[in-house]
């Protein structure tokens, strides 16, 4: 028996995520997305995964360009998740007015940033609707050890399950 949908989205938005925005540069392109679909994965060496709608600009930069970073947020502001859910704006100092940086791997880095992992793609595998990146951190930084990261419990944003029509 199939399960019914509206149930499925409440069971999966039950499950505890980080908020983030994921940096991508390919060439001269620079995005920045709001992404909840973020996990460690190994320890040695440090692997980042992040689940990417196969649609958006951001599969595209980081198929292309090899590399994302992750911005971890402070969970007190939570409203600039809101402004990275299409393309991103840049005039070349900032990502939607939000002043960036880069690192290691050239991916935007959010000058806001609470805590961000600068990571090379190592692999990339197709499950659907997504694609798992899996990323090497080669940088990493903390600008605020005592902020407690943003969490998808910190808006009213929902994201998971099936799709909603």
Same mark, same amino acid.
């Given at each position: 028996?199939?399960?019914?949908? =509206?149930?499925? +989205? ?5 499950? &505890? +995520?980080?908020?983030?925005? *994921? ?6 392109? !620079? ?10 994965? $190994? ?12 649609? $958006?600009? /951001?599969?595209?930069? *980081? ?7 992750? +911005?971890?947020? +402070?969970? =007190?502001? /939570? !409203? ?6 299409? &393309?991103?704006? @840049? ?6 007015? !939000?002043?960036? !940086? ?6 935007? #880095? ?15 595998? @197709? ?13 990493? @930084? #903390? ?5 407690? #990261?943003? $969490? ?14």
């Amino acid at each position: 028996m199939p399960i019914d949908d =509206e149930l499925l +989205n409440k069971v999966t938005w039950k499950i &505890p +995520n980080a908020l983030a925005l *994921i940096g991508t540069r390919a060439g001269d392109v !620079r995005n920045a997305m709001t992404a909840s679909w973020i996990s460690q994965l $190994s320890m040695a060496p440090v692997l980042i995964g992040v689940g990417i709608d196969n649609d $958006s600009v /951001t599969h595209q930069l *980081i198929a292309t360009g090899g590399s994302f970073s992750v +911005n971890l947020w +402070n969970a =007190e502001d /939570t !409203r600039v998740f809101v402004k990275f859910s299409k &393309p991103a704006a @840049d005039d070349g100092s900032s990502l939607n007015g !939000r002043p960036v !940086r880069t690192a290691t791997t050239g991916a935007p #880095i959010f000058e806001e940033a609470a805590a961000w992992m600068d990571c090379e793609v190592r692999h990339s595998l @197709d499950l659907g609707s997504h694609t798992l990146f899996v990323g090497e951190v080669v940088d990493a @930084d #903390i600008a605020d050890p005592d902020a407690r #990261i943003a $969490s998808m419990s910190d808006t009213r944003m929902k994201y998971g399950g099936v799709k909603r029509h």
